[in-house]
């Protein structure tokens, strides 16, 4: 499958060093992402975890799940909504059910691997007082492929679906069964072609936070403004969408308000920016950068900016295959998710690839009780956050890490706030991936 890359000259995989980018556009000159091999290596991995979880088919209705198997994407609004499916039958090829008209004529013309298995979905929702008749025409479609591959008796795994198609999926008589945990197994655990649009994605929000840093970030600016800047320069620069952009300032940042507003920028704000957007071919970049503007930082704000980093950086010194989750939040501060026993997604971790959230999240809330492995090319976004009461302003920051066989790489280059890093005991703004 596809072409063996000499690394003798490099000693190491390409797909692993973020210093080795490809531009997200093809050439004849130079392999690059194998967009072929990428679709039939998840497309195995989707299959090998119906084995272990013993299912007949999936019957996939989140868009995320669709894509992984079938390489098809419409955009992001209809990705959630429930009007199309893809069933992939064991022993059998995926057959995606498009939104009929010229929906499902551009499905025909874009994925000719897909041949002849693209049929009409059955919508059922809003459909007011036909719900039950549209879900059951919907149910007797995917039946349709159980019995073509002969797999209607046996276990169908679904990955989520609403109650009325729950009862037509009974009325069929199909043995549905929770399918979500075989696809979240089979995505945690990324490809080397979904590791180089991981890092191609990473690229372009590196790019977006310094152009935040040092043209943007400046006194009267609002955080919408930067907000738009920011949705500017990463749709030119090869992301399918922007999913949300954070831009906290000043007070805003304490309690940390997790969406932009008007609020103008002062100079001695801080400013936190989490950039969310789907990079090229459909993968995540999740970071977060905090700086002040047009000012020197306080004793107190260096504190809180070292306390952030190095509760992050000893938790992801932890990321590394054959560790744990109770390994990696072990090093967190107590917050939140220990008071309330719930996930506060501001001290934890989470794997990304084509969702923001996929596979594992990581939280003191429950991962020192229930610690999973941690595996060889499972990629994370790692964060922590000073949450403390009665400050006028705190720090959050976080970074995109690949789990290597050597240990965690970062892959989001942007450097840290040097007069909070200048004296750090391992060095001025010190950042694993600038080491040589």
Not at 322 to 335: E, H, I, M, R
Not at 382 to 399: D, N
Not at 413 to 435: F, Q, R, T, V
């Amino acid at each position: 499958m596809g072409y063996d890359m000499d690394l003798t000259f490099i000693e190491k995989p390409h797909y692993t060093d973020p210093r080795r980018l490809y531009s997200h556009q093809g050439a004849d000159w130079q392999y690059r992402v194998d967009h072929d091999r990428l679709r039939t290596e998840r497309l195995a991995r989707a299959r090998a975890q119906m084995e272990v979880f013993d299912l007949g088919a999936l019957v996939l209705f989140a868009g995320a799940n669709i894509r992984y198997i079938t390489g098809s994407y419409q955009g992001n609004w209809k990705y959630n909504i429930n009007i199309r499916y893809a069933v992939l039958p064991r022993g059998g090829e995926p057959v995606l059910f498009e939104t009929a008209g010229s929906d499902m004529q551009c499905a025909i013309i874009d994925l000719p691997w897909m041949k002849d298995r693209i049929r009409p979905a059955m919508t059922w929702q809003w459909a007011e007082g036909a719900v039950e008749h549209m879900a059951d025409k919907m149910a007797n479609s995917v039946l349709d492929v159980l019995k073509e591959n002969g797999v209607e008796k046996e276990k169908i795994g679904i990955d989520n679906f609403d109650l009325p198609s729950l009862e037509a999926f009974k009325k069929a008589g199909m043995n549905v069964v929770n399918g979500w945990p075989a696809m979240s197994q089979a995505r945690i655990v990324k490809t080397q072609d979904e590791i180089e649009l991981l890092k191609q994605a990473a690229s372009i929000g590196d790019a977006a936070m310094w152009k935040i840093k040092h043209e943007w970030f400046k006194p009267g600016t609002t955080e919408r403004q930067i907000e738009a800047k920011v949705h500017e320069f990463m749709l030119s620069s090869g992301c399918e969408i922007i999913y949300d952009i954070i831009v906290a300032s000043g007070g805003n940042t304490s309690p940390y308000r997790r969406w932009a507003t008007d609020k103008i920028i002062r100079q001695g704000d801080l400013l936190i920016v989490d950039i969310n957007a789907v990079g090229p071919g459909g993968y995540y970049i999740d970071f977060v950068r905090c700086m002040k503007c047009e000012a020197k930082m306080t004793q107190k704000e260096i504190d809180l900016y070292r306390e952030t980093y190095d509760s992050m950086y000893a938790g992801m010194e932890n990321l590394k295959p054959g560790k744990t989750t109770a390994d990696v939040v072990s090093k967190f501060p107590k917050y939140d998710d220990d008071k309330y026993g719930t996930v506060t997604l501001q001290q934890f971790a989470h794997s990304i690839g084509i969702t923001l959230y996929e596979g594992m999240w990581m939280s003191r809330a429950y991962s020192l009780d229930y610690p999973a492995e941690i595996k060889e090319n499972m990629y994370f976004a790692i964060e922590t956050f000073a949450g403390h009461p009665g400050l006028r302003q705190t720090c959050r920051l976080e970074e995109n890490v690949l789990v290597s066989k050597d240990g965690p790489v970062v892959f989001t280059l942007m450097e840290h706030m040097e007069e909070a890093m200048s004296n750090h005991p391992k060095g001025s703004a010190y950042h694993p991936s600038l080491e040589t």
